[in-house]
């Protein structure tokens, strides 16, 4: 009998247990529901929380009573129904290209190469959304999942649709109201997530710091990088590599396509002996020369491969272009893998990755019948494979104390830390900006590359946006395209690349702000304040409904999909083919051109008419942007920069500086430094900037520092 109290007591604490709320990190709150699959996205990417980020930015509260979420474990699936008010919006569900307001779509998260549809297959189709109205919901499963996000109408819902006559009422409508988001997985449970504001970015930065943080990449990653042809070999890179320096064209980084390999698709990862005959030396010839090495791999393995024999037993029961599938989950795999990319690649000196075809197309990838010898299942695997790969080459450079920085066509929930940029084929200019704002709601990073264009001007306006994204590229591989191919614009492509270089000090203390606070670097409007006050408006005044005196008030209730903000104080609205002038939304306070100061707008629509030099960015009021000169290649660790830092606007302002060694983890140790700029305001109107010291024995790669009052000279 007493045996049969304590069972019964368990039992139902058990029960009571698993569907409770939990606060697991201040302002992330846990539910179990039901019985979880073993294995998902967490345990994929395997990243311990930054709490005491976390800790610092203190908990919050609720925007909506937890027990209006619903959770239902039904026939082998689990259901979950999130409320949604009037006028709140979502932003995310991953890398999407064409919608940034996600309220009304139906989507099937599964990771594929972007079809050109916002369907939920995509490159990393993140299970994490941020509401309007402060809060974040993450769905820790590696399924494919149904997410009707604000899509459909239950008949017991508090707040249903109007059934409205379609023969005479003029607002009947096709999608009528629907009040929660709906999600149904494809397991007997799941683990949820709620991320506590009260703004949209504090929920972002709550997501990225749970999951790891951002990445803080080597300084050489912020640099340029060009991927040359195939069929490249170490003579015709180096030719490459000398072409740049003496075009006076930057490099940091470039990149090996498939032939570098003796045999690709499958892969053997052995360097191709005609072609690159000495591997080590070569490498060390590019270093001299300040450029490091990349190699494009997809993790497929050729029978010609000297691991095939040894990992085979650890693959999948299917193959891809004929090459065998590890499994990623396994130790042994993991051993075998990487062990061999360990020694006959890093050891002789690549700096890193990119990691090609773990996203799709259904047709090249492993079916859903496949069978996996951990017994992990085909679907999990595709949701996590992105992740794994990630992760476990980044170790590789981790355990030699240097830091990588590369590029990988999939990703998913919980990869934030990893040092990795999405990249596809798809190629669409605008939506390419789109994506860069969606990376900001999910966190992963993206690259609007520049591959080809069929005008002097699209190369010119594609090149003005990939400077400012996270990782300045051209992906020459197939078409040859070097940055002065357009000789009529060659001067302005240069121009743009050597402001990326000047702008290094401010690309990299952002990314350390991501990596050590998780704010994005690249960030969408509706994480911007004074963006989302507008928008969130239940109702607006006569006056604000009144287009004709605030076109402001109507712009920002439209998804915004082709500006967005770049570190903490430039908001970026990016020219395409074809365009002359634009508009740009800017949010409240005053905003001042990037370029000469100037006064442009507050909490107003603008029209902007730049020219092809120029692509329009503006900057806050108070605004400080710490440059240096335009070298050709980052600096290294004992190198020493000249800082030019300039201040926009009629206030006083504040930037903190990030400094460390830029290539190792030392930092992990304390070996970094954080100086505060400020910019005063002094009695008679005129301001005067001071920059903190380096801390004793701390990194310090400053040797000089001059002063630009932008608005004010
Ligand atoms: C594609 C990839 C390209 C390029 C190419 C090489 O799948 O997206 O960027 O690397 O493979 O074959």
């Not at 969408?524 to 928008?535: A, N, P, T, W």
Request: proline share 7%; with cysteine.
């Amino acid at each position: 009998m007493r045996f049969l109290l304590i069972f019964i007591y368990f039992f139902c604490f058990s029960l009571i247990a698993q569907e409770q709320w939990e606060e697991v990190n201040p302002g992330v709150w846990k539910i179990t529901v039901g019985t979880p699959d073993e294995f998902d996205l967490l345990k994929a990417s395997n990243v311990p929380p930054k709490i005491e980020a976390l800790t610092r930015m203190g908990g919050g509260n609720f925007p909506f009573d937890l027990s209006e979420v619903v959770t239902e474990v039904r026939s082998n699936h689990t259901y979950l129904r999130f409320p949604l008010d009037r006028q709140e919006q979502i932003y995310g569900f991953g890398l999407n290209f064409k919608t940034v307001h996600q309220r009304g779509q139906i989507l099937h998260l599964h990771v594929d190469h972007y079809g050109g549809r916002d369907n939920g297959r995509t490159h990393a189709p993140v299970p994490f959304y941020v509401s309007s109205n402060g809060y974040g919901v993450f769905i820790n499963s590696a399924r494919y999942l149904d997410i009707y996000a604000g899509s459909a109408a239950r008949k017991d819902s508090e707040n249903p649709p109007e059934a409205r006559d379609r023969n005479t009422d003029r607002n009947w409508t096709s999608r009528p109201y629907s009040d929660a988001v709906e999600v149904l997985v494809p397991s007997e449970g799941v683990e949820l997530y709620v991320f506590v504001g009260p703004s949209p970015l504090e929920v972002v930065r709550r997501y990225n710091l749970f999951t790891g943080g951002g990445p803080l990449p080597p300084r050489w990653g912020l640099g340029f990088t060009q991927r040359v042809h195939k069929l490249f070999n170490a003579e015709q890179v180096l030719e490459e590599a000398a072409l740049f320096e003496e075009k006076g064209f930057p490099l940091d980084f470039i990149g090996l396509e498939p032939g570098w390999q003796s045999k690709s698709y499958p892969n053997t990862f052995v360097w191709d002996k005609g072609r690159f005959p000495e591997p080590e030396k070569f490498m060390d010839k590019l270093k001299e020369k300040g450029v490091r090495v990349n190699l494009w791999v997809n993790p497929y393995v050729s029978p010609e491969s000297p691991i095939y024999k040894e990992i085979r037993p650890y693959t999948a029961s299917h193959t891809v272009w004929a090459g065998i599938v590890p499994d990623f989950t396994l130790e042994k795999t993991k051993e075998i893998f990487w062990d061999h990319f360990d020694k006959n690649h890093i050891e002789q000196g690549v700096s890193g990755y990119k990691i090609d075809e773990v996203d799709g197309y259904d047709r090249y990838l492993w079916p859903d019948v496949t069978q996996f010898p951990s017994g992990i299942s085909a679907e999990q695997m595709r949701q996590t494979y992105g992740l794994m790969v990630q992760k476990q080459s980044a170790a590789l450079f981790r355990a030699r104390n240097k830091r990588t920085y590369g590029l990988v066509r999939a990703s998913n929930g919980g990869g934030t830390s990893f040092p990795y940029v999405i990249y596809n084929d798809y190629y669409n200019h605008e939506d390419f900006i789109t994506a860069l704002i969606n990376s900001s709601f999910s966190g992963v990073l993206w690259t609007p590359e520049a591959r080809a264009s069929k005008t002097p001007e699209e190369w010119l306006r594609r090149m003005q946006s990939v400077v400012f994204s996270p990782m300045a590229m051209i992906n020459a591989w197939s078409s040859g395209t070097k940055p002065w191919s357009f000789p009529e614009v060659a001067e302005e492509v240069k121009e743009m690349a050597l402001l990326r270089m000047q702008m290094m000090p401010y690309w990299y203390s952002e990314f350390a702000k991501y990596h050590f606070d998780g704010t994005p670097p690249f960030r969408g409007m509706s994480l911007e304040d004074g963006y989302q006050i507008i928008s969130q408006k239940n109702t607006l005044t006569d006056d604000e409904a009144n287009l004709e005196t605030n076109p402001y008030a109507e712009a920002v209730r439209k998804e915004v999909k082709d500006q967005y903000m770049a570190g903490e104080y430039l908001l970026v609205a990016p020219m395409f083919a074809g365009e002359e002038s634009r508009t740009v939304i800017l949010p409240r306070g005053k905003w001042y051109d990037f370029y000469t100061g100037e006064f442009v707008g507050q909490e107003e629509v603008i029209t902007v008419t730049p020219g092809l030099d120029k692509i329009p960015v503006f900057v806050k009021n108070g605004g400080i942007i710490p440059m240096m000169e335009p070298l050709l290649h980052a600096p290294g660790p004992e190198d020493k920069i000249n800082l030019e830092i300039k201040h926009y606007g009629d206030k006083p302002g504040e930037y903190l500086l990030y400094d460390d060694d830029g290539e190792t983890f030392d930092y992990e140790q304390g070996h970094y430094s954080w100086r505060t700029i400020t910019v005063e305001q002094k009695g008679n109107g005129m301001f005067k900037g001071s920059i903190t010291k380096a801390e004793k024995n701390k990194p310090d790669n400053i040797n000089s520092v001059v002063w630009k009052y932008m608005t004010n000279e």
